[in-house]
């Protein structure tokens, strides 16, 4: 995962060419030293876009969960905190919020608006907001009854303390982790969308879109879709390991 960082951050200085210039002369060059993953069909080079790539899906990955958690959180704790009829209706919104399938539920809001970037960062952000405040909700129905939090309040504690100073420090640890782990399935859902044509628009390098400018090609180039494929795979195998590590760091029972 720190590989991949690295390389996301240094893909200017990384990356062997331009990755959004062509070069139709040396289109669908095979894997050499010269293009050492080849080139794809307008001759740009599959490694200076796979190294780009990594940002922006590392970028889109990140941003789309601290809208999601900043969302999930609020939602979360009011719900959890008060209750009443407030859990009642973030819960109900919630439960109609996961009843779609995710990834129709991103293609239609995706599909409404004009595709960017930013779009596509709010669009998986917002949608993935439910998973997150169930969970918070989860433990601060937990945290709320134990008894530091029950002799806090008894001595006059007001709504804002309990909250910032007892409840919210208690739940971090699950929160962090489920944020971390989200950044994969965001990361899943930004190739997708970019895979459909609703996600970075061209020529700006994405995984996504360099597996779809790919697949008809398979035959005579496989390795046009074949490295952003294991370029995802890597990276939410890293963030899912990095996720399980922190979750251990983490858990309290360790």
Known sequence: MTLLGLSALGAPWLAPGDPTRGDLGAALRSPSAVYPLGTDAQGRDV???????????????????????????ALGLTAGFYGRWIDAVVMRVADVTLAF?????????????????????????LVGWAGMARLVRGQVLVARGLDYVQAARALG??????????????I???????????????????????????????????????????????????????????????????VNLLGDGLRDALDVRA
Do not use: Y
Not at 51 to 63: K, Q, T
Not at 161 to 167: E, F, Y
């Open 157 to 170: 504690a007001s709504d804002a303390r309990l909250v910032a100073r007892h409840v919210l420090p208690n």
């Open 172 to 238: 971090l640890g699950p929160v962090i982790v489920a944020a971390t782990l989200g950044v994969g399935g965001a990361i899943m859902a930004e190739a997708a969308l970019s895979f459909v044509g609703l996600g970075a628009q061209p020529p700006t390098p994405s995984w996504g879109a360099m597996i779809a400018e790919g697949r008809d090609l398979l035959r005579v180039a496989p390795w046009v879709s074949l490295f952003p494929g294991l370029a995802i795979g890597a990276t939410v195998l890293g």
């Open 47 to 73: 490694l200076s876009r796979v190294l780009f790539g990594a940002r922006l899906s590392l970028a889109v990955g990140l941003a789309s969960q601290v809208i999601a958690l900043a969302a999930g959180l």
């Open 101 to 125: 399938p995710s990834l129709l539920l991103l293609i239609a809001v995706a599909a409404a608006v004009r595709p960017s970037l930013p779009v596509v960062c709010v669009v998986i952000g």
